[in-house]
């Protein structure tokens, strides 16, 4: 079985995003004005699989 990063829509609209997961690492990174809550997490997904999604996101 294959797996890599992925973006899917879910039920209610919202979408989730499997990728690798890079809070310790990028916490301190984050350009100024951006926070993070304390249960959100920092994920990286590749710039290949952002491109592909596009077409599957709806405009509204």
Do not use: Q
């Not at 995003?17 to 690492?25: K, L, Q, R, S």
């Not at 304390?38 to 592909?52: A, H, K, L, S, W």
């Amino acid at each position: 079985m294959e797996t890599c990063p992925d973006i899917f829509e879910l039920s209610d609209g919202n979408f989730a995003v499997i990728g690798t997961e890079a809070t310790d690492d990028l916490d301190a990174l984050l350009p100024p004005g951006v926070t993070r809550a304390d249960g959100e997490r920092i994920v990286v997904i590749t710039r290949e699989t952002i491109v592909r999604a596009k077409r599957d996101i709806p405009e509204h």
